[in-house]
């Protein structure tokens, strides 16, 4: 799980592509950050340099000061090791023998280890422990062998197995990169007298909108005017697949926050009017509700995040369709699949439509037979490619690490199915079904006055908690994916160890760890008139034990006694309240990061997009 990025110009229109390089690398950062990398054809004397090291992008940058470089074209990785520690050696771009050939990679090579000796027994002489390594060393023999660098290129693609996005450089063709894609994403960005490559969007959008989105199996070259694209030995027509992207940069940085992760959360009340007003203008929502319809079985899954926010769906089936759903942990599709066949939907969610868990479980369903619906925020993305029906959520791109504003608008998106599914079973009314998605148009302003509500709460209750080492998040019903997702976040920006919990299971065994000061966050969700004196209880029990208690609920919980705090995000009903409760956690998440000292857009051993098993 890495990030690559590949530019190539004429130098008469860009003089030097070095600082494309750096900062379309800077912005895949997100994608792993413990080493990069860059290999790049110098301008004037043509030669062939690489830099490395283990580190973030600018440590690198900065420690060989590349920036003070001039190149024509050039290659450049981020990190996030699967085979070898992070170090100088295992850090992309990987060399041929004769270092003349540069490779970066994003992947992983499943056979590489026989590859390597059969390799190492031809006299090649490997420096690293990747799996990487062996596309250098394949090219630099079927080079010598063919004299045709394009030609020594498809036979290394045919001798490798596994996932890649590859870019390739070589001294010998200057002004050529060389690309392929299996399973990890890779598209290329067209400008006017260059084009590039990079892993995702925004790493180029600030150079053009022009994209073309790779299909595995796809491989070919770029240089400065020509895009060239193979698949099975059969020339790709690609001009009709160029798609013209309308994000604004802008989109893509901080606009004005110290971190993404607040920008992100801060525009939830947009990206959630942006959502809701993309679903009610298209028939994606329609399109999947006709395949839940014809299924007898219906499963839901994702990980991390993604999987809270299909907890969430399940509940709002039962609530509006009446209909079971079983939710699974992607990683975990093994013991699931088994029970798929031609009548079962399978719903994936996924922000980056790239988790390889989440895919390999829509593969293990589609092969029995299921139908797929992916819930995605990027076009193009992998599960979307490979399900029946997608529907998008349009979060825009989201570059902290920590999922904030694409969990809501996922929520979002897989409400108005269940609502769907609801009236297409006529559970509900077609005139209850328009009512409840009218009132879904307050999603956005619900987050908003949530925001509004509890800022400074949050900021004062930080001081409170960081010296926490524990804490629990406890809600009931509805109220419990969304303790999930806020324990979630807490623990990976802030490294607080926080752990939800069903309210009522918490006497279950969780209370025995509850001591004076222990802080114990209640979710107070609708409806009241079912769980407001349970959730009484709950806190009492809390409380009897010295715990810290805090209430994140909707109005009418701010009366709860034993509360040490109430944040009361006003008066949200069940169909509403994710939006209000969930920016508050996301909040107390962040602002314990901060005031910890932590970085809460790249939390310590995290990846954006994980696309490892
Ligand atoms: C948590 C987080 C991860 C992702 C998970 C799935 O903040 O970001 O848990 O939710 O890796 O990612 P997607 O949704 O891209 O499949």
């Known amino acids: 799980m890495c990030g690559i990025v590949g530019v190539t110009a004429d130098p008469d229109q860009v003089p030097n592509v070095m600082p494309m390089l750096v900062q379309g690398l800077k912005r895949l950062e997100y994608r792993g950050y413990d080493s990069a990398g860059f290999a790049f054809i110098e301008c004037g004397s043509y030669n062939l340099k690489v830099f490395k090291n283990r580190g973030k992008i600018d440590e690198v940058v900065n420690q060989y000061m ?26 992309h771009p990987h060399l041929d023998c004769d270092s003349e050939i540069a490779v970066v990679h994003n992947g992983i090579i499943k056979n590489f280890a026989e590859l390597r000796e059969w390799l190492v027994e031809k006299g090649h002489q490997f420096r690293s422990d990747t799996d990487t390594e062996v596309v250098a060393h394949l090219l630099e023999h079927f080079n010598r062998e063919e004299n045709d660098f394009f030609t020594a290129f498809k036979k290394t693609l045919q001798m490798i197995e596994g996932a ?44 053009t909108r022009k994209f073309i989105v790779l299909n595995d199996g796809e491989y070919g070259y770029i240089e400065p005017y020509k895009v060239y694209i193979e698949r099975d030995g059969e020339l790709v027509e690609w001009r009709r697949r160029v798609t013209t992207i309308t994000w604004s940069l802008e989109d893509a940085e901080k606009g004005g926050y110290p971190h993404y992760m607040l920008k992100e959360i801060m525009e939830q009340p947009r990206v959630l009017y942006e959502t809701y007003t993309g679903l009610v203008s298209s028939n994606e929502v329609e399109k999947a509700a006709e395949l839940l319809l014809g299924a007898n079985k219906i499963f839901i899954t994702g990980a991390g995040t993604s999987y809270h926010a299909s907890l969430v769906f399940m509940y709002y089936s039962s609530l509006f369709a009446k209909e079971p759903v079983i939710p699974f942990i992607a990683s975990e599709y093994t013991t699931y699949s088994r029970l798929a066949d031609e009548n079962t939907a399978l719903i994936v969610v996924s922000q980056s439509g790239e988790t390889i868990d989440s895919l390999q479980a829509l593969r293990a369903f ?14 193009g993305s992998s599960i979307p490619r490979e399900s029946d029906r997608t529907i998008y959520t349009r979060a825009g791109p ?21 609502l769907r599914l609801g009236v297409d079973k006529g559970i509900i009314t077609k005139s209850e079904y328009r009512e409840l998605i009218e009132r879904l148009k307050k999603a956005g302003e619900a987050a908003s006055i949530s925001i509004e509500k509890s800022s400074r709460i949050i900021e004062r209750l930080v001081m409170k908690l960081k010296e926490s080492r524990n804490m629990y998040i406890l809600g009931r019903e509805l109220g419990v994916p969304l303790a999930y997702e806020g324990a979630l976040k807490v623990k990976e920006v802030s490294y607080i160890h926080a752990e939800a919990y069903p309210a009522g299971e918490s006497k279950h065994g969780p209370i025995a760890l509850v001591e004076p000061g222990f802080p114990v966050v209640f979710l107070g969700t609708p409806p009241l008139e079912n769980l407001k004196e349970k959730l009484q209880g709950n806190v009492m029990e809390m409380k009897a034990r010295g715990a810290s208690t805090i209430i994140i609920g909707v109005k009418g919980y701010e009366d709860i006694r034993g509360a040490d705090i109430v944040i009361n995000t006003g008066e949200w009903s069940e169909l509403l309240a994710p939006y209000a409760i969930t920016p508050p956690l996301q909040l107390l998440a962040y602002r314990l990061a901060v005031i910890l000292g932590r970085d809460p857009d790249k939390p310590r051993n995290l990846a954006k997009t994980v696309t490892v098993e």
């Open 66 to 91: 590349v920036s003070n470089y001039c190149a024509v074209a050039g290659i450049a990785h981020t990190r996030w090791a699967t085979h070898g520690e992070p170090n100088q050696v295992n850090a």
């Open 164 to 207: 890649y996005a590859l870019a390739i450089i070589y001294r010998g063709e200057p002004s050529r990169i060389y690309f392929a894609r299996n399973v990890s994403p890779l598209l290329i960005g067209l400008g006017i007298g260059f084009n590039m490559l990079s892993s995702d969007i925004p790493s180029m959008l600030a150079y």
């Open 366 to 379: 589609k092969n029995r037979g299921a139908k797929i619906i992916a819930i995605s925020n990027v076009i």
């Open 398 to 418: 989201e570059i902290g690490v920590a999922a904030t504003k694409t969990f809501l608008t996922q929520v979002l998106a897989l409400t108005f199915l269940a």
